[in-house]
Structures are given as C-alpha cells and as structure tokens.
C-alpha cells in the first residue's frame, strides 16, 4: 500500500521534529519534507507534490494562510490541514474560505493529528470539536458557499498580503525587495497601494491591520519602522 505523503511546514524545530516522530512511527504515512517559511512550504509543495501538508499559519515571509492560497492554486489536489496554536474565528475563517481541508489545533493529540491526516487524504474534510462548533458559528453568521462572509470586506491580492505581511514584520523596503525578488520602487509602490486602499497612512496602522485581519499573529515580535 502507497504511504500518505506528508510535507511539514512549521517554523519551529522541536515541534517539527516532534511531529515527524510521531508521524514516522505510522506504516502508511511517509514525512517527505519539512519546510520553515511559508515561502518554502510552497516550493516543496510544487517540487514533492505530497497528498497532505500539515501547515502552521504563523510562519516568517509568508503566512501558513497564504502559502496554503498559493499552494491550491498550484496543486488543487493536495490536501492541506492547518495545525495552529490559535482557534480564532478569522483564522479558522480563512483557513476554510481559502480551501484548507482540516483544522486543529497544538492542543490535540498524535492520534487526533494522524487521524485528520488519513481522513483528508481520502477527501474528507476534518476539524476538531472546538472548530467544528466555531464553524457553525461562523455558518450562522451568514457565510456563503465558498465560505466566504457575505459581510463587503477589502479584498488584497496575493502580492499585497505577501508585502503587507513583511512589514508588519519589521522588514524594511530593500529587504521585502531582496526577498520577493522585485525593485525597491515596486515594493514602494505596493506600499502606497495598501496604504490607499486601506486608508492607513504608516507603518504601524499597516502593522495593526495585518494583525486584525490573521495575516500575522498578535504574538509575533514586530519592530515598526
């Protein structure tokens, strides 16, 4: 029998080891990859092509949210289960509006994990008690069905989430430059987008917003410039 491909994508070392531990120790799941960025979770995905991504949302350069848009893009058959520390309605939000197949939490157990992996490999969707419970929370707010609040919000591209997320991390234009790959005057460009069409005008609002909208988490350290 052909093993569940599984690709990591967690920034931290000892709960990415942890999970391939746990992971290794089943016959017909197979670890094929780790990844720490979002950024590299995305080029793995597209080189190993594995049929389930266990993906952290709080992840440097690019959110787990965000690499999981790309990735189903790229790869509408993978499978992606979103393992996060937090169970906040606007991530579990996004999470499912942009596609994810699961959603758990730190908090559950190996068994929960291995098990949410070998269901969303068959097609099935799988969330733990408490999300399952936000979900229909969130259903009764009105979601159509995409998932998606039928409430008007700001809709970014994925190159404005992308330059948003890095400076709300405290990078400065030439290193958001380096890191995508662009000029330093299209990274300022896409600054003054977000600024318009946000109707924030610094660094620190843009910072705010990207933690009220789950780009990045609240307890990641941020330096404003």
């Known amino acids: 029998m052909k093993p569940i491909t599984v690709l990591l994508a967690e920034d931290h070392a000892i709960v990415r080891g942890g999970f391939r531990t746990l992971l290794e120790l089943e016959s017909d799941i197979k670890v094929v990859g780790e990844a720490i960025t979002g950024r590299q979770a995305v080029e793995l995905a597209k080189k190993l092509r594995p049929a389930v991504i266990v ?10 949210l965000e690499a999981t848009r ?17 169970s ?4 579990i939000e996004k999470a499912v509006m942009l596609g994810a197949a699961g959603y758990l939490t730190k908090q559950d157990s190996a068994q929960v994990l291995v098990k949410a992996i070998r269901e969303v490999q068959k097609g099935n969707t799988f ?6 419970k936000r979900l229909q929370n969130l259903n009764q707010k009105q979601l159509d069905p995409k998932g998606i609040s039928k409430d ?5 591209s994925s190159r404005e989430t992308e330059v948003l997320q890095l400076i709300a991390e405290g990078k400065a234009n030439k290193e958001i430059a380096s890191e995508l790959e662009i000029s330093i005057k ?17 660094t620190a609002g843009l910072t705010r917003y990207a933690i009220s909208a789950g780009i ?7 330096t404003i410039r």
């Open 55 to 64: 993906m952290d949302i709080a992840m440097p350069i690019l959110n787990g």
């Open 186 to 202: 299209t990274v300022e460009k896409h600054r003054q987008h977000l600024m318009e069409k946000l109707n924030i005008h610094d």
């Open 88 to 91: 906040d309605d606007i991530y």
């Open 152 to 156: 008007k919000k700001i809709r970014l």
């Open 70 to 86: 790309q990735i189903l893009k790229a790869l509408p058959t993978t499978k992606v289960l979103v393992l996060s520390a937090h």
């Open 216 to 222: 990045i988490e609240s307890n990641i350290q941020l």
């Open 127 to 132: 969330f733990n008690s408490y999300v399952s």
